[in-house]
């Protein structure tokens, strides 16, 4: 079945289009007018959905989806309140929502009002020929019409004629999905946490980093009201690795800037950082629920549900704390500061390194953490401390910062290939660390927060113990496989494609 | 993919309404459907308003086989495709005849569409011929409409020898009542006896319905107009019956 998915910026009528068929024809069109909804667009804080060429609509007690790719409509009963995929109940637009984005809220985008239209191409017997599918949204003084026309087999001169005829009424190939909110006057911001930087191969190294840090500077801060609005916590999580990439542009570029500079700009972005750290660590937490639950014995349960009320009121808590902080004036003033300091280059005092030109700069850096990383884990055995393993886990995310910024100083191509081959032993080395911390954090509840359970204690700490055995168990098996990771990631040929893409630089 | 056909060996007993109810009540259930026209002097193709085409007489050059798959037309209702009983297929005799093992070629034209059905019935015109006999030998089950008459119950009588002294397979027979009209003592009689002979006859069966009779008014399957819910029912019952037995899942 064929199918051709347009946009016409208007309504088109039954009758403009007959008025558009040949005068001797065996076809007519005929539509059935949906009835007018008033509804909401749908979508994550990065568009998600849109993305994946889907436009959702909520309506009272229903969904709509619309694939842009196919054309397909499905549509979904909503009881209650959602905010995330798996919130809804089993159904089509469930189906399609879900892996999409499961961390992110589905967030209003604007109001609109729209009907569904679902009209034919009938021959003079009244047999269908072709039909076609349209949803007609107004917004504010606007409108559009997305639509898509299908073909039925061995109708497919009935098709064409359909599309011809579609096409004479102004109906376009949907070519990019984001023309539906131009169209609409919906101003709608495209978000990434992965930005693609201009960077240029022989400006000074201190104006690269200070391109690199506004960008990142500005995508942590597009997330502060989210964070405030609380609609989900990659808010905060994209808040966070954005300021954390800041402070290691500054302690990866060393000498770039004046190092009395870069030690008041690393304390300025750690103070930024720091008041958000427990709420993170609470997040994790709560998202990690499910598993925990799934984790322990029965009889610590009961112990877990203490646990996990205990920690959901204080996030709260602490949420309260991140909001009063973002809202302050103080951290206005800060950020504010901060912001404008990195507008150019010239504001921040250079360092010895500041003048070197960029490329070479990025690949002594690259080639540097990569022999550092190799080093660290060349001398990891069954006894090391696990201090070492978490150098090892430090290295390797600065090497994979420094090859994500410096993508488009080198052949994107081979850089993103390293960046994938190192993407399962962070994968292994990254929840390492998460059962390590996560160890530490329960530890910390015993030795402090028990008091906070009064008449649970032997309860909680029931729980706490079960779940420290098992993370324990976790930990250890990921730490078994870093050396196997490593050395599969530490191949030959990537020892070769870092020494071809990095020392070459050097030459040049 | 199975293969269910609609066979009597007797005209005028509701085979093609069978045929096309059946379909739509097939289709209904979600099951991707094809029925195929096989009957010359067919009307099933006319209650679904597809016009056979002229064009594919003219596309002779076209292998056979290919031809029968173009030949698909979709209805104007979902999981429901086509093969109107055009021009070519009145030379369907011929059609298989020119194949070779004659009596399993109708399978081999029907392979080509397998992966594109759940389930392919056929409307099969009212007499013994190569093609019925292909029908026997290749459809998983065969439905059979009876009037609840004497002259009917002699038709199947005769269709059963027919398949014994032929060798093919009795337990393939789905006979069942069609056009039953209860306020008929005939009727009623006929019934009762013929239920005791043949153990295979369906319990569902179909009432004489004015509204069947519209079937060519409307252009469409009883079932989307009528307005009485019974006789509409009676098809989907029917069709559930035949699932059953046929094992679809």
Known sequence: MESFVYIVHSDVSEKKLNKLLP??????????????VQGVVLDTFDNAAL??????????????????????????????????????????????????ADLRAFLPVAKVTFHRDRGALLDDEGKT???????????????????????????????????????????KELTDVFAFYRQLGIKRELYTNKPVLTLDATAPASETAAVIIRAFIQIARRNESGIVADHDTEFLHDYRVSFRKVRSVLSLFKGVYEPEKTSELKADFALIMQSTNRLRDLDVYLMEKENYYKMVP???????ELLFEYLAKERKKELKKVVKDLQSEEYAARVAALTSLFKSSDKIPTGPKGALPSKLLAAHLVLKRYNQACKIACSIERTTPDSVVHDLRISCKKLRYLMEFFTPLFDEESIKKLI????????????????????????????????????????????????????????????????????????????????????????? | MKIIACYSNKGGVGKTAT????????????????????????ASGFYFRIKPSRKLKDRAFFKDVERFVDSIRASDYDNLDLVPANMTFKDFDIFLSRMKN????????????????????????????????????????????????????????????????????????????????????????????????????LKPYIPFSSEVERMGVHRAPV???????????????????????????
Request: charged share 25%; hydrophobic share 40%.
């Open chain 1, 420 to 508: 994938k081959t190192l993407k399962n032993l962070q994968d292994n080395l990254g929840k390492f660390n998460d059962y390590s911390v996560q160890q530490a954090f329960l530890r910390h509840i015993l030795d402090h927060d028990l008091g906070q359970f009064k008449g649970n204690e032997i309860q909680i700490s029931e729980a706490v113990g079960a779940l420290t055995a098992m993370l324990f168990r976790l930990q250890k098996k990921e730490r078994n496989q870093v050396m196997n990771n490593f050395s599969r990631f530490n191949s030959e040929e990537t020892g070769l494609l870092f020494k071809q893409l990095f020392e070459i630089a050097e030459v040049e």
């Open chain 2, 102 to 201: 004659s009596r399993s070629r109708l399978k081999k034209a029907l392979k080509a569409v397998d992966s594109d059905y759940d389930v392919i019935i056929l409307d099969c015109p009212p007499n013994i011929s190569l093609l019925s006999e292909n029908v026997f030998k290749t459809a998983d089950k065969i439905v059979v409409p009876v009037i609840p008459t004497t002259l009917s119950s002699r038709t199947l009588e005769q269709l059963y020898s027919f398949f014994k002294d032929n060798g093919y397979q009795t337990k393939k027979l789905l006979p069942f009542f069609s056009m039953v009209q209860l306020s008929k003592k005939l009727h009623k009689e006929s019934m009762h006896i013929l239920r005791k002979k043949y153990k295979g006859l």
């Open chain 1, 298 to 304: 029965d009889p610590s349960v009961a112990g877990l």
């Open chain 2, 223 to 249: 079932i989307t107009y009528a307005n009485k819910k019974s006789i509409g029912d009676a098809y989907a019952e029917m069709w559930k019956d035949i699932e059953i037995k046929t094992k679809i899942a």
């Open chain 2, 19 to 42: 045929s096309v109810n059946l379909a739509y009540a097939c289709a209904r259930s979600g099951k991707r459907t094809l029925l195929c026209d096989l009957d010359p002097q067919g």
């Open chain 1, 129 to 171: 020929r072709a039909r076609y599918s349209s949803l007609v949204v107004h917004h504010k003084k606007s409108i559009t019409c997305l639509g898509s026309a299908t073909s039925l087999r061995g109708y497919q001169s009935g098709y064409e004629e359909l599309v011809s005829l579609l096409q004479n009424a102004g109906a």
């Open chain 1, 51 to 100: 993305a994946q060429s889907l436009l959702l609509l909520g309506l009272e007690g229903r969904l709509v989806l619309m694939n842009l790719k196919t054309g397909e409509f499905l549509e979904q009963e909503v009881a209650g309140e959602w905010r995330f995929a798996k919130d809804l109940s089993a159904g089509l637009v469930k189906e399609l929502l879900s892996g999409l």
């Open chain 1, 23 to 36: 005068a001797k024809t065996d076809y007519n069109i005929q539509i059935e007018t949906g009835e007018v």
